[in-house]
């Protein structure tokens, strides 16, 4: 039994390191700071770190989410609630990884203790609780994330200009051939140069200027890369004790060990399967340069932090795509195609965990598991 509960946890810990672990450096990817290896390799560190930390920093978080408040106790030290939660979420993760979509790994965990706690206990679930402790913080904290970001966009432009430092773009001189058709045979003719101007990845936009006689290009990456840092630690602060609640029921197991284990769960399924996800995030919501991913990922980072510390259960990915839609918003660049069907993925991703563990654990309790 306690080898499940064990098992659903890490399955779940997998999925939320292939679905989260790229958003913290999505910025740096999608503005060309650095490239896929080097970002989510310093992803892994840096959420790695926070992991560990998550221990001494969010107690209160594995308390909430070992579905403590929400059900009786009684349901809690249930074995099969415990492994119908881990199930629900983890398979509702894994699906929209495969597909690209960044969903939230704490909507989809909310999702699973509300599905299989009504099948379990009916009217006995805290519908209270749900709302204050769960729902208020994850519908408030994408808008807070935008108009945060939408106010620093604004601040830092304004300071950059102030300090005289200038955006540089650059025209790039590209090689072309021109293909004439012939019947069914086709001839390529000679090459050509023309002058274009170039995309994000051909011809990344760099500030020009100091501060203290030091570039303001490599304050800003060295400044880049701490925020999508803290990003990532921030999200290991915040997601690791939501699955290492789900390990209390194991009595013989240590907390330390439980949150080691999930730690590297998280890493492992970051550095196999992060990157459709990461894609989505880095390139597909808005084009950005170094500045606005900077600011996007300082809002991220804040937020999610002070959630964390303070024991609110706001999930990262809607802080990060709420950070990007709102600097897409003021450059006019936001795609929102992308987000209109990020957001119908976070509308489906509550009822499909509730509907896949209220399953789960009607399927257990009729084999008297």
């Known amino acids: 039994m306690p080898f499940l509960i064990f098992t659903a946890v890490i ?23 650095t490239d896929y290896k080097k970002a989510i390799n310093w992803a892994t560190i840096t959420t790695l770190l926070g992991s560990v ?26 074995p099969s609630f415990a492994i119908a939660v881990a199930l629900g979420a983890a398979v509702t993760v894994f699906l929209a990884t495969r597909i690209g979509m960044p969903i939230s790994t704490t909507h989809g965990l909310v999702g699973a203790l509300t599905g299989a706690g009504l099948i ?22 994408p808008l807070i994330a935008a108009v945060a970001s939408m106010f620093l966009y604004f601040v830092f432009a304004s300071a950059r200009k102030k300090s005289g430092i200038t955006k540089e773009s650059c025209a790039c001189v590209v090689q072309e051939q021109k293909v004439y058709a012939f019947g069914d045979k086709t001839a390529i003719a000679e090459n050509s140069i023309a002058i274009k101007i170039g995309t994000v990845n051909q011809c990344v ?17 060295a400044f880049h890369f701490i925020s999508a840092g803290a ?47 990461g894609e989505t995030m880095s390139k597909k919501i808005t084009t950005m340069n170094h500045g606005q991913g900077f600011t996007a990922n300082l809002v991220t980072a804040l937020l999610v932090s002070t959630a964390s510390v303070n024991g609110l259960p706001v999930s990262t990915t809607h802080v990060s795509v709420g950070s990007l839609f709102g600097i897409g918003t003021i450059t006019k660049k936001a795609n929102t195609k ?6 119908l993925s976070w509308l489906l991703t509550l009822p499909v965990a509730a509907i896949i563990s209220a399953l789960i654990y009607l399927l257990l309790t009729k084999i008297n598991f």
């Open 205 to 221: 936009e760099q500030y020009n200027g100091t501060i203290v006689g030091i570039s303001a290009q490599k304050i800003l990456d």
């Open 231 to 277: 990003v990532s630690f921030a999200r290991g602060v915040n997601d690791t004790p939501k699955m290492v609640g789900l390990l209390l029921l194991i009595t013989a197991l240590d907390v330390h060990i439980g949150a080691g284990a999930v730690a590297v769960a998280i890493v492992i399924g970051g550095l196999l399967n992060a990157k459709k996800v």
């Open 53 to 78: 930390a998550s221990i001494f920093l969010a107690s209160s978080l594995v308390k909430n989410f070992s579905g403590k408040g929400l059900v009786p106790d009684s349901l809690i030290a249930s």
């Open 11 to 33: 399955f779940l810990a997998y999925s939320n390191g292939a679905n989260d672990n790229f958003k913290g450096v999505a910025t740096l990817f999608g503005s060309g700071t």
């Open 338 to 343: 992308v987000i209109s069907e990020i957001f």
């Open 120 to 141: 379990a206990v009916g009217s006995q679930f805290n519908f209270g609780k749900l709302g204050g402790t769960f729902f208020l913080p994850l519908i408030l904290s």
